[in-house]
T-cell receptor
């Protein structure tokens, strides 16, 4: 089955800095890579996703890059703001498995 | 209009009790899930139902029994609650069960067993 590794587990940055979270996956058949943000007391919510036919996708301050050869993908947040503080999860799927596979999460703390 | 709603939001109960958590989605999705999130924030899949049929049961004790009366509802019943069952439980739904579309999560139910 799919195995997703996510690093770092905790990331602390100053407001205005960039933040990068990295994930690797094991199943080369996976073709859908979403990122979820979980704010305190809420459920995870999709912030951006990428499919295997695309190498990069941007949405304002957020971008995701995918390297299919190396089987890794990353979330980039620029000009971080305190409201970006949350737990971020990567996931991999679409390879034919019914089992959703999430990374273990990254707790991002943005200091004002 | 809440897409995935689960009740209750908080549940405090004694060991040995039986409790249920309800979940409903109004997105017309075919697949619904139950996840358990532990204190380290790890999201562990428990069950997945596609069109009211069980398609995933991930090494969950028999004390946990999901019930899907229709495509829009997936309830979770837990018998003989134990201290280790304390966690946040999330219901989610997606258009299909192959993890190639967005999953929508409920707000979570924080279960505390004392």
């Amino acid at each position: 089955g799919e195995n997703v590794e996510q690093h770092p587990s905790t990331l602390s940055v100053q407001e205005g800095d960039s933040a990068v979270i990295k994930c690797t996956y094991s199943d080369s058949a996976s073709n859908y890579f979403p990122w979820y943000k979980q704010e305190l007391g809420k459920g995870p919510q999709l912030i951006i996703d990428i499919r295997s036919n695309v190498g990069e996708k941007k949405d304002q301050r957020i971008a995701v890059t995918l390297n299919k050869t190396a089987k890794h993908f990353s979330l980039h947040i620029t000009e971080t703001q305190p409201e970006d503080s949350a737990v971020y999860f990567c996931a991999a799927g679409g390879g034919g498995s019914y089992i959703p596979t999430f990374g273990r999460g990254t707790s991002l703390i943005v200091h004002p | 209009d809440t897409a995935v709603s689960q009740t209750p939001k908080y549940l405090v109960t004694q060991m040995g009790n039986d409790k249920s958590i309800k979940c409903e989605q109004n997105l017309g999705h075919d697949t619904m899930y139950w996840y358990k999130q532990d204190s380290k924030k790890f999201l562990k899949i428990m069950f997945s139902y596609n069109n009211k049929e069980l398609i995933i049961n991930e090494t969950v004790p028999n004390r946990f029994s999901p019930k899907s009366p229709d495509k829009a509802h997936l309830n979770l019943h837990i018998n003989s609650l134990e201290l280790g069952d304390s966690a946040v439980y999330f219901c989610a739904s997606s258009q299909d069960g192959l993890m190639n579309t967005e999953a929508f999560f409920g707000q979570g139910t924080r279960l505390t067993v004392v």
